[in-house]
């Protein structure tokens, strides 16, 4: 069976709260073109600026055809990203979720840590088959 990458959402909000992914480069809800199942979640957090400052956060999808229908994931930051910064590399998520074309996945984020995030910008891609 193919498999396949797909951005389903940027979060460059720098709430503490959940807040719909409205980022530029993919916002909620992201909707399937082909039924299959979401097999795996990737996220990245990015350098948007010299100063950027990302900790800890989350990713909450939620769907109907999920079982259980909410799924969390995280997200790691390294702090004040001042320049020269280094690579960050992307967390990978195994999840088994079937999903069908044209039935939406909302997702959410939010930062967890009390520090006020600078210039966040964290995407999040789906694995599909």
Same mark, same amino acid.
């Given at each position: 069976m193919a498999k396949y990458w797909r951005l389903l959402a940027e979060?460059?909000?720098e709430a503490t709260t959940?807040?719909?992914c409205a980022g530029g480069g993919g916002s909620s809800p992201y909707t399937p073109d082909k039924s299959g199942r979401l097999i795996g979640? &990737?996220?990245m957090v990015g350098?948007?600026?010299a100063t950027s400052l990302v900790n800890h956060g989350n990713f909450k999808l939620t769907c109907s055809t999920f079982t259980p229908n909410v799924i969390e994931v995280g997200f790691q930051g390294t702090?004040? &990203?001042t320049v020269p910064a280094f690579m960050q590399h992307p967390i990978d998520w195994a999840v088994d979720q079937p999903v069908q074309a044209g039935v939406p996945i909302t997702i959410e984020a939010r930062h967890l840590t009390a520090d006020t995030p600078v210039t966040a910008s964290v995407l999040i891609?789906?694995?599909f088959e």
């Amino acid at each position: 069976m193919a498999k396949y990458w797909r951005l389903l959402a940027e979060y460059d909000a720098e709430a503490t709260t959940y807040g719909a992914c409205a980022g530029g480069g993919g916002s909620s809800p992201y909707t399937p073109d082909k039924s299959g199942r979401l097999i795996g979640l &990737r996220t990245m957090v990015g350098d948007d600026a010299a100063t950027s400052l990302v900790n800890h956060g989350n990713f909450k999808l939620t769907c109907s055809t999920f079982t259980p229908n909410v799924i969390e994931v995280g997200f790691q930051g390294t702090g004040l &990203r001042t320049v020269p910064a280094f690579m960050q590399h992307p967390i990978d998520w195994a999840v088994d979720q079937p999903v069908q074309a044209g039935v939406p996945i909302t997702i959410e984020a939010r930062h967890l840590t009390a520090d006020t995030p600078v210039t966040a910008s964290v995407l999040i891609f789906g694995l599909f088959e």
